[in-house]
């Protein structure tokens, strides 16, 4: 499938923290061909397995399947629900159109002659609620359910592409596009493709990857804030000009160098992500893990993250898979996944 | 004519050639005349025969939207309000653009920039449409400034088939309300004007009146619902209890003979309908009083007015169907203003 086919298939998929099982089904299904087996951890991840040579070092790509939400709270009277959604921009949210199981909803507020003149959402989501616009409740989704934004999945000229979910399927869509380029081939490595669940509610998933299994290194894959004119942050990286290496503590510098140096082999685009501190990432719990796990991070650049209007270059989700099935490719030095992976230091 | 493909066509004040098209293809056969007056306003009439009451229908064609105002270094578009579209409702939402229809998407920060302070709604100047240009040139190529922006909203009915929500119901079930009238035979000379710009000042309805001088008006519109969970009981049209008779708005007072006899009309049909709640707000009707008619509005109340996604009851549709068929039935009955 090509990077556009993939977007749209998994963007066209809700799964909310917690509820990653549609993704892992799809995954396990157009993926068949491209893994030799898989299974599901404690933690409800799905682990797709490439297998090496015996005794072959494990490469680890990981991207979490899961996409914020809003959640239903309280039934109102007339059709009406009161919701919470806790990572998301109420300014986005009046008028906006949401959706559960088909069942399809509006985000209301009072009309604006019964306001207080000026106030907007006052409260965030206190403010608000859906309409459901029926007269009975019955059918409608249950408390705690979460609700999603029904934007459609599109394609905006040439080179990007919107949708709810981008954050973080197009990393996943990156992941399935290198499985699926490495399909058949000998590699030198074990690759190991997790899926995550549950960052979007404080990067659950991502710390069980390491039990009984220690990776020598891992790439994670996420989105980033990508430079767009409403973010007064000039030095966002751009859409189009591929995915983020991340630099910083998160990254042991080995591993980011090998990263660059096998995009710059392949005449792979990639730009650069200084992450002083804490990446925002499963990447940050997933280093000290266990032993320890050498991890580098991959980021897309995505614009109006959270929102219903997320944004990607689709050539970037294209050339980041491309720079995933290279590293699976490059020939695995033993200093490299020396003692400990400290080879990367 | 469905309402969902009338709803779906595009067209902002002044750029409304996609309805009028539409609306034409729908015009039953039997019509005296069908014209295109200077403005835009498409006018139709049959039964000209008959003696009076001559009655004009009013139903306006345009919808709220944006438009391209200018292009960032970046191939991001610029935007101001085409219509009265607050930007509170603007932000992380579908668009359309151009006259082809490009898609577009209105972007707004990542929540992880302002957390404790998203509350603020954005202004115009904060807010710019996505349609994937790289750079300033290839966006004013693709979308020059005054281009028409409009909401990609689909058309859905709720599973119990009670309600509709999608973009343009104001004023497009007030088009299809006409388009209904046109079906029958009456015996009274009826005029019907699709009309233009009424989003930007009641403009193409001032022009349409003095070609027709009828002897009675009623404007066919969409009404703002506030029947909402905060709203304060009692102070608002409500959806579900019928279309929404107006007595007094901003633009005018309802001539009281046209407003007896749409209520008579309204009980002889057995169906429910209500008195607009609320004095804010005009529509075609006040143009018309301003002219020296008689006029009277029938509204479908609607929740989220002016708003990208905005919702009807179709029993309230139906029910104005109805209720506009007795009225017009019994048109001669209409008592006079003495």
Redesign the interface.
């Known amino acids: 499938m090509t990077a556009v086919e993939w977007l749209e298939r998994l963007t066209s998929l809700r799964a909310a923290s917690g509820h990653e099982e549609v993704v892992f089904a799809e995954l396990r299904r157009l993926l068949a061909p491209s893994y030799d087996r898989s299974e599901t951890d404690a933690a409800g991840n799905l682990l797709l397995w490439r297998d090496g040579p015996p005794g072959a070092p494990r490469l680890l790509f990981t991207a979490h399947a899961d996409q914020v939400a809003l959640w239903l709270r309280e039934h109102l009277p007339g059709g009406f629900a009161r919701f919470a959604a806790p990572a998301i921009d109420p300014v986005c949210l009046p008028a906006l159109e949401v959706e559960a199981k088909g069942r399809h909803g509006v985000v209301g507020m009072l009309p604006p002659h019964l306001r207080e003149r000026g106030v907007e959402v006052k409260e965030g989501e206190k403010d608000l609620y859906i309409d459901f616009g029926t007269e009975s409740a019955l059918d409608l989704p249950a408390i705690g359910e979460p609700l999603y934004f029904a934007t459609p999945p599109r394609q905006l000229g040439d080179d990007r592409f919107c949708a709810a979910g981008l954050d973080d399927r197009a990393s996943v869509a990156a992941i399935a596009l290198a499985l699926e380029e490495l399909r058949g081939e000998d590699l030198p490595v074990t690759v190991l493709a997790a899926f995550t669940v549950q960052e979007e509610t404080g990067r659950g998933g991502a710390a069980f990857l390491c039990r009984g299994m220690q990776p020598d290194a891992a790439v994670v894959l996420d989105v980033t804030f990508g430079r767009q004119p409403e973010v007064a942050e000039p030095d966002l990286p751009l859409l189009g000009e591929g995915a983020a290496v991340g630099i910083g503590p998160n990254v042991p510098p080995g591993l980011h160098r090998w990263l660059e140096s096998t995009a710059a082999a392949e005449g792979i685009p990639c730009q650069r992500e200084p992450l002083p501190g804490d990446s925002g990432t499963d990447g940050w719990r997933l280093q000290v893990a266990g032993l320890g796990v050498p991890t580098a991070l991959l980021s897309i650049p995505l614009t109006s993250m959270h929102s219903p209007q997320e944004v990607v270059s689709i050539r970037d989700v294209a050339s980041c898979g491309r720079l995933l099935a290279a590293l699976a490719r490059s020939p695995w030095s033993s200093n490299r996944a020396g003692e400990g992976g400290a080879a990367w230091s | 004519m469905e309402l969902k493909e009338l709803c779906l066509a595009r067209g902002t004040s002044g750029r409304e050639e996609q309805v009028r098209d539409l609306v034409r293809s729908a015009l039953p056969s039997d019509l005296d005349s069908v014209t295109v007056d200077r403005m835009g306003n498409l006018l139709v009439a049959k039964g000209q025969d008959h003696a009076g009451p001559s009655v004009l229908l009013l139903a306006h064609m345009d919808e709220v939207g944006l438009m391209v105002t200018g292009h960032?270094p970046?191939g991001?578009l610029r935007i101001r309000a085409w219509g009265g579209v607050?930007p509170?409702?603007v932000?992380?939402?579908?668009v359309l653009v151009g006259a082809a229809g490009?898609?577009?998407?209105?972007?707004?920060?990542?929540?992880?920039?302002?957390r404790g302070e998203?509350?603020?709604?954005?202004k115009y100047d904060?807010?710019?449409v996505?349609?994937?240009?790289?750079d300033a040139k290839?966006a004013q190529s693709?979308a020059p400034v005054g281009e028409m922006i409009t909401f990609?909203?689909?058309y859905?009915v709720?599973?119990?088939g009670?309600?509709?929500?999608c973009k343009a119901f104001d004023d497009r079930a007030g088009v299809w309300l006409a388009l209904e009238m046109l079906r029958h035979a009456w015996d009274f000379p009826l005029h019907v004007a699709f009309t233009v710009q009424e989003e930007v000042g009641l403009r193409g309805a001032q022009v349409a009146l003095r070609a027709v001088r009828p002897d009675l008006v009623l404007a066919l519109e969409a009404t703002?619902a506030?029947?909402?969970?905060?709203?304060?009981p009692g102070?608002?049209t409500r959806i579900?209890d019928g279309p929404a008779l107006t007595t007094l708005d901003r633009s005018s007072r309802a001539d009281e003979g046209l407003r007896e006899a749409l209520a008579r009309a309204g009980e002889a049909a057995g169906v429910p309908w209500q008195w607009r709640r609320?004095i804010?707000g005009g529509n075609e009707a006040g143009a018309a009083w301003l002219q020296g008619y008689r006029s009277a509005a029938v509204s479908v109340p609607c929740?989220?007015?002016h708003?990208?996604?905005s919702?009807i009851s179709l029993r309230d549709l139906e029910a104005a169907r109805s209720l506009l068929q007795r009225f017009l039935e019994n048109v001669r009955e209409v008592r006079g203003h003495d």
Do not use: C, E, M, W
Not at chain 2, 118 to 122: D, E, H, I, S, V
């Open positions: 960032t970046d991001r607050p509170s409702v932000a992380g939402k579908s490009l898609p577009g998407a209105i972007g707004r920060p990542p929540n992880h920039f302002h998203g509350q603020a709604a954005p904060d807010l710019y996505d349609i994937g240009a790289a290839t693709l990609a909203t689909p859905r709720s599973p119990d009670g309600s509709a929500t703002a506030a029947d909402t969970p905060d709203a304060p102070r608002g579900g609320g804010g929740r989220y007015l708003a990208p996604v919702l």
